[in-house]
């Protein structure tokens, strides 16, 4: 049985900026993952002569980690994508969700990262599978989520 409150994945949109003010739709989304998959990692504080048998662990800064997501293969898109990679430029990323039809009003995750892979896919076994861009975001900082209304 389907959850009657779900949404579903048509209407997700991807938007990129350089400033955080003026943003640009990244088109033609094949798949999207979470954005980050925050993790701390665990700091073995545990002191050296002690009565406590135990194994003591404190847990260290959070690591917002990594957001991939595939894109239909467009020169022009690529070329956006290529020019941040190269230039290592700490982007301005809106993940916004398809839970509202005004997307202003629209639930949204908002983080900065950088484009730390992207990959050119296709296959010469089927020469009707569309080319498609996988990319991988490195998150830095916090990802902001904001509920719709």
């Given at each position: 049985?389907?959850?009657?409150?779900?949404?579903?994945?048509d209407?997700?949109r991807?938007?990129?900026?350089?400033?955080?003010?003026?943003y640009?739709e990244?088109?033609?989304?094949?798949?999207?993952?979470?954005?980050?998959?925050?993790?701390?990692?665990?700091?073995?504080?545990?002191?050296?002569y002690?009565?406590?048998?135990?194994?003591?662990?404190?847990?260290?800064?959070?690591?917002?980690?990594?957001?991939?997501?595939?894109?239909?293969?467009?020169?022009?898109?690529?070329?956006?994508?290529?020019?941040y990679y190269?230039?290592?430029?700490?982007?301005?990323?809106?993940?916004?969700?398809?839970?509202?039809?005004?997307?202003?009003?629209?639930?949204?995750?908002?983080?900065?990262?950088?484009?730390?892979?992207?990959?050119?896919?296709?296959?010469?076994?089927?020469?009707?599978?569309?080319?498609?861009?996988?990319?991988?975001?490195?998150?830095?900082?916090?990802?902001?989520?904001?509920?719709?209304?």
């Amino acid at each position: 049985m389907a959850a009657v409150d779900a949404d579903l994945a048509d209407g997700f949109r991807l938007y990129h900026s350089t400033d955080g003010a003026t943003y640009s739709e990244l088109v033609d989304i094949d798949s999207v993952g979470s954005p980050g998959n925050p993790e701390r990692p665990e700091i073995d504080v545990s002191p050296l002569y002690s009565t406590v048998t135990k194994r003591q662990f404190r847990m260290g800064k959070s690591n917002s980690g990594m957001w991939e997501f595939k894109q239909y293969w467009n020169k022009t898109r690529w070329g956006v994508l290529k020019a941040y990679y190269d230039a290592n430029t700490n982007v301005y990323w809106r993940a916004v969700y398809p839970d509202n039809d005004d997307v202003s009003l629209a639930s949204k995750d908002e983080f900065r990262g950088y484009v730390k892979k992207l990959l050119s896919v296709g296959t010469l076994d089927d020469p009707d599978t569309p080319m498609i861009s996988e990319v991988s975001i490195k998150i830095d900082g916090d990802v902001t989520f904001t509920a719709g209304t």
